[in-house]
């Protein structure tokens, strides 16, 4: 299982989620795939694109396995692309942190 968490900053599992999800800055990429879960933090490719780029963020993401993503409201060309990939869409309030997201969703963190 790999979860994208749109995020604004690169502040680890401390990194507050996003106010924006096709335009965040950041995603934190977390693979539960070993025995403890793995945070990698990746600039987002798109964030300064023209018109459009929810369904590119959505390619971007399914082409790094994510299953699950989790950010602020999600727009329509974006959730429909992301739905076309089988990729879950869970939301969580702007400014909470990664960690805390993440805990609430019911995922595990790594610290």
Do not use: K
Request: glycine share 12%.
């Amino acid at each position: 299982m790999r979860v994208a968490v749109a995020i604004e900053m690169n502040n680890g599992w401390n990194s507050p989620i996003a106010y924006r999800f096709a335009r965040a800055p950041f995603f934190a990429i977390i693979d539960y795939n070993g025995p403890t879960p793995t945070l990698q933090i990746i600039q987002n490719p798109h964030a300064f694109g023209r018109g459009g780029i929810g369904p590119l963020v959505a390619q971007w993401l399914a082409s790094m396995g994510v299953n699950v993503v989790i950010g602020p409201q999600v727009g329509p060309n974006a959730s429909a692309a992301l739905a076309s990939f089988g990729i879950q869409v869970r939301l969580a309030p702007p400014g909470t942190p990664l960690r805390d997201a993440l805990i609430s969703q019911g995922f595990a963190t790594g610290t």
